[in-house]
């Protein structure tokens, strides 16, 4: 019967502490297997990942390019055709954030466009901050409502009457 006090590790599966320092009859002894003199033979003389002995680091010998736009905006980009593969019953209405919720589109995305590439003969209430004139149509044919959001993060532009005049 197997007992706390009778588990024993498997065989091959542990193995003995190299220990460092102990003296010739070790193998070990004197310099602990770090070898004589230079950096790596000294108390915390371990250099940074990329450390290339002072000599110029190769990531800082290539030239950078590009940037990186830290104010990027995602589309999640949707077909007619895709929107036929949804259930109506499941999905009455498509929005980003209920596409999201039922794991229809993964990722991060900001946006939500609807392109009209396909057929549609379910009918859906479709919000999304893009519609292409097709989409649009080809889900008002098949029932459907369409309501374009405000884009996030963009204010409204308000034209003046001063403006308007000149």
């Known amino acids: 019967m197997l007992r706390l006090n009778t588990i024993k590790a498997q065989p091959g599966s542990t193995h003995k502490k190299k220990r460092l320092g102990r003296g010739p009859g070790s193998g070990h002894g004197q310099t602990a297997g770090k070898g004589d003199k230079g950096q790596l ?22 030239p950078k ?5 830290v104010a990027r905006r995602t589309n999640a980009v949707l077909n007619v055709f895709e929107l036929e593969k949804f259930d109506p019953k499941e999905l009455k209405e498509i929005t980003l954030e209920t596409l999201v919720s039922t794991n229809r589109i993964k990722g991060r995305y900001d946006r939500l466009t609807i392109l009209g590439t396909g057929e549609l003969t379910k009918s859906f209430s479709v919000k999304a901050h893009k519609i292409s004139p097709s989409a ?6 098949a029932g459907g409502k369409v309501e374009i959001l405000p884009i996030p993060g963009k204010k409204p532009v308000k034209k003046s009457a001063a403006r308007a005049k000149a």
């Open 65 to 69: 390019r590009g940037f990186t736009n």
């Open 136 to 141: 649009q149509e080809k889900i008002t044919k």
């Open 41 to 62: 033979a000294r108390s915390g003389g371990v250099s940074r990942p990329g450390f290339e002995g002072g000599q110029m680091p190769l990531y800082r010998r290539i």
